[in-house]
């Protein structure tokens, strides 16, 4: 836990860096998934393909702020776009985390790799074979964040630990697991994904029909978007051991490689993403990866909602350590799933007790703790934005962002993102698409 009896813990407190990564597809001018082959250069480390050959994925450095991270996003995102403009048949990208109208399954290319990087195809069929390739076209947002090196070593000394790798490791685990525990918040937060054309669930649909509402503010987070068919139970206790827990269950072959882990919390090394990395290098950040793509920012992503999530992390790196039971591991699933839910007074958490409350009023008591919790150590002013605009979310009635949605119902996605013909999509008042 952090230790704030510290001056010079609290003086570091605010260091942080962040990385983002945002996934979107390609598409056509009519609102169809492209079929081209990815049009940026193969060793370009910001601009990568998940899935789908259309997949694009934006990876930022590293930055000191929520704000730096987001403005620099925002700029290759204006690149990216630039590129597609330009192509012989001029694409864009579809910014919202439910995909566009889908063919069959077969139409949805995995990203196609050669050479030494062959098994990187391969690896993709084989998730399109056990989860099917619509799955696979949910878009979202990946936020990394690491504690400043300035605040790790503050808080080194006042633990009087000698041993700044031992430090940060049992830091970043204890952390890990009070986010896994309590992420049903960001999923209610940051929902943006209520509504999905219904292609996406292989149904058959009037070309620009109307799209489906199934009863949730975030479908790629809820029971019908990308989790395992299993529920994942870790020992947080150092990173061998989380290492371990990852690696047992690729050998009793419920996932084929610990990628294909599909939880909203993970621990993360410095360098490559593998599990030798992290049990070599130790714990660099947290990855959080519940973000749906925002359809009301420019590059789908709001600065708040970063900052939001670097103070809740503050907030939860405060805590003492705890037991993390299994039991508790899945009601953590089950709360995250259970947020995702568009009414927010009728889904419920389950709470440490076994008691049910409303998703809404759990959040509400949550950021009444955040603001007690940051009163008196004077946060900046962008961690105070951060924490207001969270709180709006909730008392201002239509102003979430899957209700902004919804509330966009009546026209057409596609007519607001400038395609040349509707498609079975939602609209968005004021949102940016390409």
């Known amino acids: 836990m952090l230790h704030l009896e510290s001056d010079s813990v609290r003086a570091a407190l605010w260091s942080a860096r962040f990385g983002l990564e945002r996934e979107a597809l390609r598409v056509t001018r009519?609102?169809?998934?492209?079929?081209?082959?990815?049009?940026?250069?193969?060793?370009?480390?910001?601009?990568?393909?998940?899935?789908?050959?259309?997949?694009?994925?934006?990876?930022?450095?590293?930055?000191?702020?929520?704000?730096?991270?987001?403005?620099?996003?925002?700029?290759?995102?204006?690149?990216?776009?630039?590129?597609?403009?330009?192509?012989?048949?001029?694409?864009?990208?579809?910014?919202?985390?439910?995909?566009?109208?889908?063919?069959?399954?077969?139409?949805?290319?995995?990203?196609?790799?050669?050479?030494?990087?062959?098994?990187?195809?391969?690896?993709?069929?084989?998730?399109a074979a056990r989860y099917g390739r619509r799955k696979m076209c949910y878009c979202g947002v990946h936020v990394n964040l690491s504690l400043g090196a300035n605040l790790l070593a503050a808080d080194r000394a006042a633990a009087g630990e000698p041993d700044p790798r031992r430090h940060a490791d049992a830091l970043y685990c204890e952390l890990a697991a009070h986010a896994a525990e309590r992420i049903w918040l960001l999923v209610a937060l940051m929902a943006a994904s209520p509504l999905a054309d219904p292609s996406l669930f292989g149904l058959d649909g009037p070309a620009g029909g109307p799209p489906l509402f199934c009863g949730f503010a975030s479908l790629r987070c809820s029971e019908l978007g990308f989790w395992n068919d299993f529920v994942p139970v870790f020992d947080y206790s150092d990173v061998p051991s989380y290492a371990r827990g990852v690696a047992r269950y690729v050998e009793a072959g419920l996932i084929a490689a610990p990628t294909e882990l599909y939880y909203p919390v993970r621990v993360k090394p410095k360098g490559p993403n593998k599990l030798e990395s992290l049990v070599s290098a130790g714990a660099d950040r947290i990855e959080l990866r519940t973000f749906d793509i925002v359809p009301f920012a420019p590059a789908g992503v709001d600065a708040r909602d970063v900052a939001f999530a670097h103070a809740w992390l503050l907030r939860l790196a405060a805590l003492p350590r705890a037991p993390h039971p299994a039991r508790a591991q899945i009601a953590a699933v089950r709360n995250a799933k259970a947020a995702a839910r568009y009414d927010l007074e009728t889904a419920t958490i389950l709470a440490a007790d076994g008691s049910a409350v409303p998703v809404r009023d759990a959040a509400l008591r949550a950021l009444d703790d955040l603001d007690a919790f940051f009163a008196p150590l004077d946060p900046p002013r962008g961690i105070r934005e951060a924490l207001a605009f969270q709180r709006a979310k909730l008392a201002t009635p239509g102003a979430r962002y899957a209700e902004r949605v919804l509330a966009g119902a009546g026209a057409s996605l596609a007519a607001a993102a400038g395609l040349s013909a509707p498609a079975a999509a939602p609209s968005t008042e004021g949102a940016r698409h390409v």
């Open 30 to 127: 009519d609102g169809r998934m492209s079929l081209t082959p990815h049009p940026f250069p193969q060793d370009d480390p910001r601009i990568v393909r998940d899935f789908c050959e259309n997949q694009t994925e934006i990876n930022t450095g590293i930055s000191e702020s929520a704000a730096a991270a987001v403005a620099e996003l925002e700029e290759i995102d204006a690149r990216l776009r630039r590129t597609l403009a330009a192509l012989p048949a001029p694409e864009t990208l579809w910014l919202f985390s439910n995909p566009p109208p889908l063919g069959p399954e077969e139409d949805i290319p995995a990203a196609r790799f050669t050479g030494a990087r062959a098994g990187k195809t391969a690896y993709r069929e084989y998730a």
